[in-house]
């Protein structure tokens, strides 16, 4: 299962596994508001980093669970590469769990839909 933002390097990948166990369900990827893209960068600036990808997430079976584990495809990505994932909640940007980064892919567990950035910093 791939679900593709058109004119993105952006994909989510495999099953997403919702609350511990792997399902059917198809996450979708939608356009962001350019609101939340500069403020995506504003964060990224905050941050010293950058941002790789902002996108909004939605399904249509699902619309509340407590962790779903998500396979973001990221073109360009590299194995060790430092990237951090934050969601848009009440109009301030909330850090997720990445779990994964490997060549091309990020994985995070998500708590709920929304705006993610996909924000690459710099070593501590």
């Given at each position: 299962i791939a679900s593709c933002l058109v004119g993105s390097e952006m994909c989510i990948r495999d099953s997403v596994i919702i609350n511990g166990a792997p399902s059917?369900?198809?996450?979708?990827?939608l356009k962001p508001a350019a609101a939340a893209v500069a403020q995506a960068k504003s964060q990224a600036a905050t941050l010293g980093g950058k941002v790789l990808n902002v996108v909004t997430t939605t399904s249509q079976v699902v619309g509340k669970f407590s962790t779903a584990q998500v396979n973001f495809y990221?073109?360009?990505?590299?194995?060790?590469?430092?990237?951090?994932?934050?969601?848009?909640?009440?109009?301030?940007?909330?850090e997720l769990t990445v779990t994964e980064i490997r060549e091309d892919h990020v994985v995070v567990n998500l708590t709920s839909?929304?705006?993610?950035?996909?924000?690459e910093v710099p070593a501590a």
């Open positions: 059917n369900v198809t996450f979708f990827l990221a073109k360009g990505v590299k194995a060790g590469q430092l990237i951090k994932v934050y969601q848009l909640v009440n109009s301030e940007w909330v839909h929304g705006t993610l950035a996909f924000i």
